[in-house]
């Protein structure tokens, strides 16, 4: 069957269209379908083997490795950083093994190479496509000149829960913003064509479901309704793929009841068969060996062929497919078309990326590394990304006050890089000390604490005697980034070790305090929120954050980020995200009862009974989209064109946004639609459009938007994608909680 689909492709790609780039679609089908029938079954088989070696191996280079390139056994590496390595072993791929097919090199490249960017939910906060193609872009253009020319990014699942370690890599909780940034990334990262050295394939990861982990523990077991899947979980990949994304990796976590590696429904159903992928599959690290470990194998060989025949067409470090493949072949559980089917995939990204021709970096492509352009570029992607929470008229600040740099993150230039910065190099990164100095700003610098978790007190006194001197205290406080990312998920997340207690203390000294936080996720606050006066969100903000924060700080620059995950009050909330539904008893503030109002011996029936916490209530400390500016910002006299949607028609919907502060700033203007009555119940609010304007003092904008019959589908329990009549609520504001309100119908 997969074989015949194959066929299919060549035969309407030769019947189509003349234009020069369908010709060279249909060329390089032609080609690959010529090798493969040159091609040996141990050859083939070489091509689905994608082979780790660690990044830190010194001197020469192993000969069993070299060996099993020129007998074609390897397709394709990860983590070889030497270039002379790469140059090596692409030689002896391209010269020496069966039919000279080259070896594409891979790493984690996910918010930079040399340059890092902020961390993706960082690059998420932007809600700006641009600043992610350009971080990719970059991306690309460091690290193929390090011979990389795949990444494994960018990582498209929706988080929900911020314990999950890796909702410092994910998009947010939002469909459509992770759908927008994904076809970002994928235009950044593999360029206006493949074939040029500095395109690198990108991969849509990790399919499927990864951030639904139960209570946020890595690795751990998504359940949900196949409804759920496609309307929320699935959209952000299906956008990589209509894109052009050349690759998709596989996730650790079983789908209800099925590991992701050998999940037929996923990998054949939803992503060839109706997302018409036609790229390759690759699993992630020994995912495919993990089978055994989820109790859905017998053993490594039974794991192998369940991969196999779900049509994953790499197998990365694991070795069921080398080791067993040619027995499955010989007892018949694996079919020669499924391998031909597979490899095909592969060769086919191969050919696109022009390794056939230009299996080597050029002699001229030195990758730009830390150019200032890019350094440049992360350092406007920090300012973008970083989300003001709070200001109580201190921020900006004035560029002739003494202030008291304090905190465990002010100056730590490896932990401000964030999760997966394998080859950013610390001595290029500058920290907010290091900027404020450069700057020639009066400091009296204190750390505090050491890092992090560091729960010990003895920095107290000089941090106290620091902020006494100074007018103001800027403290820098966070998470190390080994604090999140893969594995790294976490059961409370507030300010780690004696953090809280720093800051009561420096609260006590009087002085007004700006927090900012460097984290790989939301922190909790409540409990210190009130002994501040500002509290600014970097995120792990990359090579640059230090000259960014600084300019954000001193007014040079305003914080551009809102918030692409919601924040919760404490982390017993979670999962908490603002499209939710609204269940049969809507919390409201009329009805909620808190804690410790209730009277002693209270009846149990008195209370309001509806869908809240008794303690923490039912709304976030911060709402997904929310984040301020230096400005303020009125928005007034929302018109909608008709109150009628038909088949086929538009419904524009436009409204004033005034600045009503005192300096120009950004205003980012976001649309949410609520389907009123469905057939299956709709979320209370989804985010469908937004747009960002730049207004001066006293100037007042009209933005509209349109919404089309497209923006109210969604897919039912019967899977089909479907547009029911009825209300339609349409709101419009500066986060997902306020704004004006209309509504139509939809006939
Ligand atoms: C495991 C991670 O889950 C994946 O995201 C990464 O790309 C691979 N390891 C390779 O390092």
Redo the contacts with the bound molecule.
Sequence with gaps: MRISLFLCLVLFVFSCSKTPKSSSIVKNEEKVKALISKMSLEEKLGQLNLRGTSSRVKGELPEELKQAVREGKIGAF?NVMNKDYVKELQRIATEESPNKIPLIFSR?VIHGFKTIFPIPIGLAASWDPETARQSARISAIESSSYGVRWT?AP?LDIARDSRWGRVAESPGEDPYLASELAKAYITGYQGDSLNNPTSIAACA??FLAYGAAIGGRDYNTANMSESLLRNIYLPPFEAAINSGAQTV?TS?NEINGVPASGNKFILNTILRDELNFNGFVVS??DSIKEMIFHGYAQDLKHAGELAINASLDME?TSRSYELYLKDLIEEGRVSLDQINFLVSNILRVKYKLGLFDNPFVPENHDGNLYAKSHLEKAKNAAINSSVLLKNEKILPLNKSNTIAVIGPMSNQPHEQLGTWAFDGDKAHTVTPLKAFEDAGIKINFAKGLDYSRDKSSQGFYNAVKAANASDVVVLFAGEEAILSG?AHSRATINLPGAQEELIKILSETGKPIVLVIMAGRPITITNIIDEVDAVLMAWHPGTMGGPALHDMLFGDAEPGGRLPITWPKISGQLPLYYNHKTTGRPPSKEKYVQMDSIKIGAWQSSLGNQSHYLDVGYTPHFPFGYGLGYTTFEYSNLKISNTVLESNQLVKVSVDIENTGERKGKALVQLYIQDVVGSITRPVKELKAFKSLSLKKGETQNVSFEISTEDLKFVNNDMKSVIEPGEFNVFVGPNSAEGLETSFEYK
């Design positions: 990860l984690d494994f990582m990861k990790h990796m650790f992630d690290w990365m893969e």
